[in-house]
């Protein structure tokens, strides 16, 4: 063989190799779209929320992207980090009832708002099924009843005890504003902490055969324990009347008028960082997890199950049981940041 023969063969080889090479690169990087990326979650501090958290890490993760501590903090707050840019998204926003945290914290300048994390989300006012029957309760209106308000009174003072929701969610300003709306204020004592303990008290007392009032939201474990038609009854309110004055939006559910927004939970994403990662933005906006499969996997917690790894446990179970629908998430993400680059 001649030198430049062998040369050129040589050569040849080289090309061939740096090809494939630069293939190989080519096929990482459409695989993994985040590589290299950091990615800065902002989730509440509300445990019974991580399981949708944990979900979208994993999917981000398989994108590539380099995941950093969580931000954890109040709902306002926490909408606030994803604004500001001191976090990159979140999947915990509600649309109607944080719609406030979120034009405070810059709106749709600051935020893109998608998907529809968590579809078909409830908040309301219950009592026990047993009191309402007995007393025909269907209104939170009965309750400035002296009568009946007393029933619910459990430390003396005449009023209804309530058990509502931690200071600082989205649920106290509406619980606030509709307590004065409705003209409930020397009827109604609305008990305010950890909402979780007060729960526990609030199930003790229905298991010593007490009467009830409580504020909830489903999904969430509550509803499991405490179920709605068997143990528990909405109540309905006597209009609709939030606290922003946008009395147009529909809380009527099964005929009763809930007097909340009904719901759905969403992913915002800041919008310097979306504009830069099309995956991450094309993945929570197909992400979507049943309220079913959630209050489900927050049974689970409240029967023990709560430790971190309990709930990254369930997240993978979960993702195992819908690989089909994950990975067709993960491939819509590919896609559009493969589609961006070109």
Known sequence: MSQSTFTRQLL????ILALSAASLIANASADK???????TPAF???DEERFRGEVALAGLKALGYKVQTPKETEYATMVLAVGYGDADFTVNAW??????????????????????ILPGVLQGYLIDKKTADQYHIKYITDLKKPEIAKLFDTD???????????PGWGCEL????????????????????????????TITRYNEGKPILYYTWVPQWVAGVLVEGRDVVWLQVPKTDLPDGD??????????NLGFALDKVQALVNRSFAEKNPAAVKFLSLMQIPAADES??????????KSRADIQRHAQVWIAAHREAFDGWLQAARAAATQASN
Do not use: R, W
């Not at 779209?33 to 990615?39: A, N, Q, R, V």
């Not at 009395?247 to 009763?256: M, P, R, S």
């Open 12 to 15: 040849h080889s080289a090309c």
């Open 33 to 39: 779209p985040g590589e290299g990326i950091k990615i």
């Open 44 to 46: 509440p501090t509300v």
């Open 95 to 116: 649309d109607k009832l944080h719609a406030s945290f979120y034009q405070k914290a810059g709106g749709d300048e600051a935020m893109i708002k998608t998907g529809n």
């Open 156 to 166: 003396g003072d005449g009023k209804a005890d309530m058990t509502g929701c931690n």
């Open 174 to 201: 509406v619980i606030n504003h509709q307590m004065k709306a409705y003209d409930l204020e020397k009827s109604i004592h609305v008990n305010q902490g950890s909402y979780f303990a007060l729960m526990a008290d």
């Open 247 to 256: 009395n147009t939006v529909d809380t009527v559910y099964e005929g009763k």
């Open 296 to 305: 489900a996997q927050n049974l689970k917690m409240q029967n023990g199950e």
